[in-house]
């Protein structure tokens, strides 16, 4: 990925500082696997995920490495690109983009939908319309899941976290908590709302990476491909077959590997907001 000018000054770097001020639990993935343990055994999980409290896991006020300040400088670029992009689509919409702000954590922080942990992955807020972003994830997403992370699969992570804030925008986001609050649906057909909202987002990614190429010429060879190692990579059925060995379709709430490369592809090919209807295309 080619790196560009400009610089958002939405970033919030809370690495480095101490924690984050709220309640610590440490260990990270770590302590929540020896905890899904302990559920499946009948034990009871948060005896094990408070128990980081007390112990030697609470992150110390330290100077960030010259290769943190550079994941600093790489995120307020590519959430610069993300304003700039979706700024020129909402205007040509006849809309206008209101920015996602970005916080940069480790091992946990608070975020307006509760305290965040870097176990969770990189999130999007709708309360405080804030994307969370813990970098040791991308470490997890190389060992654990076996994609090929590159400075454009970070760029499609944050896109998609992005994709999120669009449907908080565009009001979807809403829609989708009201299906949730009012009952009437059962957990399968949920499940089936969920994933197109997490394909949705994916395709937001592609129509990004598109949009921002043709402004600014930001790709490389490889760059879309590893972009879909890390969405497959984290297909639900991918994780699935490595937490419980076999897939099972009903419970999935981001959609398949497949599907994720379809969407994301989607958005990438045809570069136009309306051939996003991801829940017209699964709910039918
Ligand atoms: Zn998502």
Redesign the pocket.
Known sequence: MKWTNDRSGNVDDRRGSGGGGGMLVGGGLGSLIIAAIVFFLGGDPSAILSSGNSGGAQTEQRDLTPEEMKVKEFVSMVTAENDQTWNKIFAENGMEYTPAKVVMFESVTQSGCGTAQAAMGP??CPADQTVYMDMSFFKELEQRFGAQVTEFSIAYVMA??I??HVQTLLGTTQKVDQLRNNGQYSESEMNKVSVA??LQ?DFYAGLWAKQTDNRENILEPGDIESAISAAEAVGDDNIQKRSQGYVNQEGFT?GSSAQRREWFMKGYNTGDIKQGDTFNALLK
């Open positions: 999130f999007y998609h976290e994709g999120h909202t997490e987002a981001h």
